[in-house]
């Protein structure tokens, strides 16, 4: 499935590309920057990185599920990751809010 249409990037790219950075380094807080920079892109519109974020946490979780981390590090990652997804949509709603206000100003 393409989750970037600007890209087209698969998941399945994106989740090698979340597994590769955390082989690199473990507890590492992964944002979609860096998933993109691992695949030599960047991000162009942005909408996808909601998805991105999703995909984040679920690929991380399994990772850690996967090297046997202690239930309790992986429920603080996790949280984190979800803190870091709730930032990340306030920011976006609120660029999104600014962006309406500036056509309407401009209309």
């Known amino acids: 499935m393409i989750v970037c249409s600007c ?5 399945q790219e994106i989740e090698q590309a979340i597994w590769d950075l955390l ?5 590492r ?13 960047r991000g162009k519109c942005c909408n996808c990185f909601p998805g991105v974020i ?3 946490i679920r690929v991380t ?11 309790a590090e992986i429920i603080s990652l996790i949280e984190r990751l979800k803190v870091e997804h709730e930032q990340c949509e306030t ?10 206000v500036g056509k309407h100003r401009a209309a």
Request: proline share 4%; net charge negative; charged share 30%.
């Open 91 to 100: 920011v976006r709603m609120l660029a999104r809010t600014r962006l309406r």
């Open 54 to 56: 999703d995909i984040i």
């Open 7 to 11: 890209n087209i990037i698969s998941e």
């Open 23 to 27: 082989v690199e380094e473990t507890y």
């Open 29 to 41: 807080l992964i944002v979609p920057v860096q998933v993109y920079h691992t695949m030599q892109q």
């Open 61 to 71: 979780e399994a990772f850690h599920r996967k090297i046997d981390a202690p239930e």
